[in-house]
């Protein structure tokens, strides 16, 4: 059965000032990382590490995906982090989940102005009695720890603060990379920059960490989650009754008179969650 690939490899013809032509190495990966396969599979990490080391030279990946297996990124991690040559990696669309372990690896991390990077908790599926799900529990820690490591080693954060970013499921546009330290620089800025140092206005569009005047933009769904629950909680104010009691349902008794919700309010109360849906 043919292995299903994440990544291709591209060769690219690189004239020097010194008129000498060499070969640089381009690395695409694109999609979900072992989508079908890793753990436990023999031949698709053999296969990226012989295409890894069939070459010399310096390599520029190139990183477009949303995540996928950690195993798998991991162990790509490793082999790139020993690769003899300089690892350039260059995020164009998303490096989200796994795909942003992988990115840690680089020699330097560059971001496309309009691309992200998204880093949270791992996850899995357990099945099994209540020994079995505290090793899948485990399991998860040691992953997180794991993959704590690999951003500590890029950005120098600390750890508490790097598991409170993963734990909020924290979205960072190329500014906010760059300034968390998960990114070097930004991809076409020195281009522009150049533009406008002839105009003597590049300092003043600078800022210390070198990617340009633009406010930085994070993203954290769990304070969206919190922000809506305290929407509500002000709107309705909070109680100790059950969900059942608020909403006015209760079990039919003999003889007794319907004092339940009208529609009107029901409807209304439903009208306003939709709002933060």
Known sequence: ??????????????????????????????????????FDDDVTPALFKDELNAGTGDITLWIN?????????????????????????????LAASAASVIAMAGT????????????????????GDHTEMKKAMELLDAVKESIINAYVRKTGQSRAKLSH??????????NKAVELGFADDILFQ????????????????????????SDSVM???????NS??????????KTGKSVKDQAGISAPKVNSVDTGR???????RLNFIKKFI
């Open 1 to 38: 059965m043919p292995v299903k690939k994440f990544w291709n490899w591209k060769k690219r013809v690189v004239n020097q000032e010194n008129g000498q032509e060499t070969e640089e190495r381009i690395l695409f990966m694109n999609g979900v990382i072992a989508e079908e396969s890793w």
């Open 65 to 93: 995906s949303p995540g996928g297996d950690c195993v798998a990124a991991a162990q790509i991690f490793n082999m790139l982090s020993e690769y003899p040559g300089k690892v350039t990696v260059k995020i164009d669309g």
């Open 108 to 127: 330097e991390v560059w971001m496309s102005p309009v691309s992200m990077m998204m880093i949270h908790n791992p996850a899995t599926i357990a099945w």
């Open 165 to 174: 970013l993963m734990d909020a499921e924290t979205w960072m546009d190329a």
């Open 190 to 213: 020195k281009e522009e920059q150049g533009d406008d140092s002839e105009n003597g206005g590049s300092e003043n569009n600078r800022t210390e960490n070198g990617t340009g005047s």
């Open 219 to 225: 993203f954290s769904r769990r304070a969206v989650n």
């Open 228 to 237: 809506l629950m305290n929407k509500l909680e002000k709107h309705y104010g």
């Open 262 to 268: 009208s529609a009107d309010d029901l409807r209304e």
